[in-house]
């Protein structure tokens, strides 16, 4: 089978052109499908999105974690040559394990939708795909033009699946997360286009190659005073630590996460989020290692304050999808604070985390909107005893708890366990820290299951409940699966992740 869909690369070309444009091109197919054909959207956007997952598989099981540097798979041909810019691509361990997420995590959100009442379908179905290209550009796109632009194609799909299938407040929301983190993407383009002048003046090449940079950065050609490196570092970084988003800059993202549709949460914290803190690595560190030194004790100080300030408000919250979205900013802190704790041991955990993460909370959030399906509210008091009525909504919400707060076998201790082992290396202040937003957010999660399906019901209407339907649970699944795997089997993700973590560390002159 997956030979089968990857001889059919897009008019002969690699197999990462198929993977970054196979959506796009169901995309375009489906706007000559009729609106009213709900039966023959939903199966061309399974099948698209289905076929991009095996993609993604292939490409894993053809990948060799050997592989030195981001030269998997490399492409590179001309496309606006006189200006240095290319279409430049390459893969290593770190983008293959967020690429394989990204392909799941679309594919079960489709599964699910296929089982919902959602009106301008197509729209709905079209918005993904394509947002699924953004996001796999990003994360394979060596050409810093190239990955700017898929950067910014994500805003667009995303932009229109919170203003239109979103709640009450969708419209202001949309724009809450377009403007933060358009502003942060601005600045960062300003920075890529002063670095390509840069590389020019010092090297003679006129070039946009990440590939390049690091060279310049790694042998100090760019010359680059001890002011504009932290110039430049800091405008990639906020536009990374925007999407992340790290406190004080994450106040759009509740707001986002309670009027998305249930699709749109599970993709923006499944993925988007994730793309902050990979551009942090992929870029930030590796380019500027003299300002990355310089700024390590003010994002570490920043983490520190996200982990236990996310966890501090998440346990205040009445509102299950508020209460998992402000658990982001806490989770996604503790992933800042592993990648700038500068070992192998925190890195690797950082990325576990960045997985892991992906699959809990997006499970999380799809059994949030399956609740809500059925009574229209997310109020923990408005529930209270349906374990009863929905067991397997139940378990599998239980799981991803589990999951969440890093219990033994599940995906979240390991990542968790490896973060506070490097970060324990460095600093023991720091890490006490970072275990107290751990602690934290077992009593916030546990309450939240108590409140939610334990106890007596509370709320008569709540004995007509009905459990989670099949397309639902297909949906739900393969993060249920990953969950598990990952607890109990971490050792072939880690050995992906090895050569990646030691190629950044030693760029950022960091000791791996």
Not at 120 to 128: A, I, L
Request: glycine share 10%; charged share 10%.
């Amino acid at each position: 089978m997956l030979d089968s869909i990857t001889s059919l690369d897009l008019l002969g070309a690699d197999i990462l052109t198929t993977l970054l444009f196979l959506p796009s091109l169901g995309a375009l197919l489906l706007l000559a499908v009729p609106a009213e054909a709900k039966q023959a959207i939903r199966a061309m956007g399974l099948l698209f999105s289905g076929a991009t997952l095996l993609v993604s598989a292939k490409i894993a099981l053809r990948f060799d974690p050997a592989t030195p540097g981001i030269s998997g798979f490399r492409v590179d041909y001309p496309w606006m040559e006189s200006l240095g810019i290319r279409y430049q691509l390459g893969i290593d361990g770190f983008a293959l394990s967020l690429v394989v997420l990204t392909t799941l995590l679309t594919f079960c959100v489709l599964l699910v939708a296929a089982g919902q009442d959602l009106q301008r379908f197509k729209g709905y179905v079209v918005s993904f795909l394509i947002l699924e290209t953004g996001m796999l550009g990003s994360l394979v796109a060596l050409d810093t033009i190239l990955f700017y632009v898929f950067w910014e194609v994500m805003l667009v799909p995303m932009y229109f699946i919170i203003g239109i299938w979103g709640g009450k407040r969708r419209i202001y929301a949309a724009m809450k997360f377009f403007l933060f983190t358009l502003v942060g993407s601005l600045l960062m383009f300003i920075a890529i286009l002063f670095l390509a002048i840069q590389h020019q003046k010092t090297t003679g090449i006129l070039s946009f190659s990440l590939l390049d940079w690091m060279n310049a950065a790694k042998s100090n050609a760019w010359a680059l005073t001890p002011g504009m490196e932290a110039l430049v570092f800091g405008a990639f970084a906020l536009a990374f630590l925007v999407k992340v988003p790290l406190w004080p800059l994450h106040t759009w993202l509740p707001d986002a996460h309670v009027e998305a549709p249930t699709g749109g949460s599970v993709i923006l914290a499944g993925v988007l989020l994730k793309l902050g803190t990979y551009g942090l690595m992929r870029f930030a560190l590796p380019l500027f290692p003299n300002a990355t030194m310089k700024f390590t004790p003010l994002i570490v100080g920043l983490a520190l304050v996200g982990v236990v300030y996310g966890a501090w408000v998440a346990a205040a919250q009445k509102d299950m999808k508020k209460l998992v979205a402000y658990s982001s900013v806490s989770h996604l802190a503790l992933v800042v604070l592993g990648i700038f704790a500068g070992n192998a041991e925190a890195a690797a955990g950082a990325i576990y985390q960045m997985i892991g993460h992906g699959l809990t909370t997006g499970l999380l959030f799809m059994l949030v909107g399956v609740l809500y399906d059925r009574r229209h509210t997310r109020e923990m008091a408005d529930y209270g005893g349906v374990a009863r009525q929905v067991p397997v909504t139940t378990t599998l919400f239980v799981i991803a708890t589990l999951g969440s707060i890093g219990l033994p076998g599940l995906n979240g201790f390991i990542g968790e366990f490896l973060i506070l082992a490097g970060v324990f290396k460095v600093n023991v202040v720091w890490c006490a820290i970072a275990a107290t937003g751990m602690i934290l957010s077992a009593i916030y999660m546990l309450t939240l299951i108590q409140k939610v399906f334990w106890g007596p019901v509370t709320q008569p209407v709540n004995n007509g409940l009905t459990d989670i339907n099949i397309w639902e649970f297909l949906g739900a699944m393969p993060l249920v699966a990953g969950i598990v795997i990952l607890g109990v089997y971490p050792g072939p993700v880690l050995d992906l992740l090895k050569p990646s973590i030691t190629f950044v560390l030693e760029a950022a002159r960091l000791h791996p």
